[in-house]
């Protein structure tokens, strides 16, 4: 099976996620709204031995950085599609595009012919104004974070929805459609791909429905097929394609996907036998002071970091365990250099499904320290991530000049096991049940200690947690499921006041009394 790597790429600033396999001449994949490069994978492996495929997540979707502005126009995602083609110093390459990503395909085969060798789409939608209009604000409601966590019950229903009906609000008989409805495991993928970028998920479709002057079409110049499946709903737009040119060839499709990959198959062959290799620049070093994002290798599976050049020390800043990843805007960088990874399983570390115990984690983030690095090492760590501290020292020995603490959880056996129990349920239902019962978990863990019995003695005095923030935990407990039980079985061990006491480094502790469990915390610094 041929390896797909894992990058990312900087854009004018912004961080773009991109997918590559193989050799050969380029072919770029542009993935559908609201999924990322991830849904390529069979296809990647498909055509790895004959071509370079690269399939990039385009703005604010899957792991690339969003454009500024809203809203945002099919052509607009185009040309931040050609800057990252220019950024890969890609020359030519035939291009493959669904639905959304067909429209942006089309508007790069449109606007740079000379550099375009093909152009397939799987499902050109040919909107009119008058469904411009219809669809607009009806089938793109805001999904904005609930108090309550009702919009993941509306989630759950919405996607399941759309196997039923097209557009998916629309309940009469006449917009039925007769394909497969969604499986349990089918509807919690596409949940996740919505849940990936919250309210930013109306900006590829609605830049689909908005465009509705398709004269594109009529001047492509390359070898163009335009292919529509039976079981597509916009199978409906296949005759709104007349007097196209004679090297743009329309076709229906009623075998589904395979049998339009194996019509490719020999197109694409007699259509790319002249076009060059691609042959990949190196990446220019960045530039000092600024953030770049890469992918490391580990054993526990890609892992994603941002990282920093600076100088006096190297920070090493590890988000707490089942929370949402640290930023660069998150933190005060100063003149230090720094590194904050993903964990593994969270953000966009989460592709992996192995065992995340700390015999796995660990390694993992040493891995994220560059070999040549002859900086004084800091190791922060937000949370439960306190207990991958002791063994992080022991590896780095003499390396690590101090430890900062950020409101560490220092628990009892017995308060561990309590913990433990009363994780949120990861058994995924018809439902989608288990969605609100890993919100009331995150939501009600900042109202109690989530260590002690539900009572008055476990209520904490504080503010009531903003959705937003809940929500982004929330989507951290959801990529982990299963394994958030070890994870946090791991990094709660009734031994870790003592072994963090026992460290041979400097030792801070930071943090308010409010979040600070019976003043243990404060006691392990003093």
């Not at 479709?205 to 529509?228: C, I, K, T």
Request: aromatic content about 8%.
């Amino acid at each position: 099976m041929t390896q797909i790597q894992r990058r990312f790429v900087s854009v004018n600033g912004r961080q773009v996620h991109y997918r590559i396999a193989g050799s050969g001449p380029a072919l770029l994949l542009i993935h559908q709204s609201p999924q990322n490069s991830r849904m390529w994978a069979q296809m990647q492996q498909r055509y790895a031995d004959r071509y370079t495929v690269i399939a990039p997540d385009t703005p604010g979707f899957g792991y690339s950085d969003a454009l500024p502005g809203n809203p945002m126009t099919i052509a607009e995602f185009g040309a931040a599609t050609l800057q990252f083609v220019d950024a890969l110093g890609l020359q030519r390459f035939a291009v493959f595009g669904m639905h959304t990503g067909g429209l942006i395909a089309t508007w790069l085969a449109w606007a740079n012919p000379s550099r375009v060798a093909a152009l397939v789409v799987d499902g050109y939608a040919a909107f009119t104004p008058q469904e411009s209009t219809l669809y607009g604000d009806a089938y793109l409601p805001p999904f904005l974070p609930q108090w309550d966590g009702s919009h993941l019950r509306w989630l759950w229903s919405r996607m399941r929805e759309q196997k039923y009906y097209f557009p998916w609000y629309d309940g009469r008989a006449e917009a039925a459609m007769a394909i497969p409805p969604q499986t349990t495991e089918s509807s919690r993928e596409t949940v996740m791909d919505v849940l990936d970028v919250g309210d930013t998920y109306r900006a590829g479709y609605a830049a689909a429905f908005r465009h509705n002057d398709h004269h594109w079409l009529g001047e492509l110049q390359m070898p163009s097929w335009l292919v529509y499946r039976h079981g597509d709903p916009l199978l409906a737009h296949m005759p709104r394609l007349r007097d196209l040119p004679a090297n743009v060839t329309v076709l229906e499709e009623p075998n589904g996907i395979p049998a339009m990959q194996d019509g490719m198959d020999g197109w694409l062959a007699q259509t790319l036998a002249n076009e060059p290799a691609f042959v990949e620049a190196a990446a220019p070093a960045p530039a000092s002071n600024t953030w770049q994002r890469r992918i490391i290798t580990t054993g526990a599976g890609d892992m994603a970091v941002w990282e920093r050049a600076g100088q006096g020390v190297l920070r090493l800043c590890l988000h707490a365990p089942g929370t949402r990843p640290l930023s660069p805007l998150q933190i005060d960088a100063g003149d230090s250099a720094w590194l904050l990874p993903d964990l593994p399983g969270h953000g966009a570390s989460c592709e992996s499904e192995g065992a995340l115990d700390a015999a796995t984690v660990v390694p993992a983030l040493l891995a994220a320290i560059p070999a040549d690095n002859a900086l004084p090492l800091v190791i922060e760590a937000h949370g439960a991530a306190a207990g991958y501290v002791p063994a992080l020292v022991q590896a780095l020995g003499a390396a690590v000049a101090e430890v900062v603490l950020h409101s560490p959880w220092l628990l009892t056996a017995e308060e561990q096991a309590l913990l433990l129990q009363g994780l949120p349920s990861t058994v995924i239902d018809r439902a989608g049940g288990y969605l609100c019962d890993a919100w009331q978990w995150e939501r009600e863990r900042h109202l109690l200690w989530p260590w002690l019995p539900p009572s008055a003695a476990a209520r904490r005095r504080v503010d009531a947690p903003a959705p937003a923030r809940v929500h982004d935990n929330v989507v951290e407990l959801l990529r982990l499921g299963s394994r958030l039980h070890g994870l946090l079985r791991d990094v709660t061990h009734p031994d870790l006041a003592a072994r963090l006491r026992a460290l041979p480094v400097p030792l801070r502790v930071v943090g308010d009394a409010e979040s600070d469990y019976q003043g243990r915390a404060a006691a392990l610094s003093a």
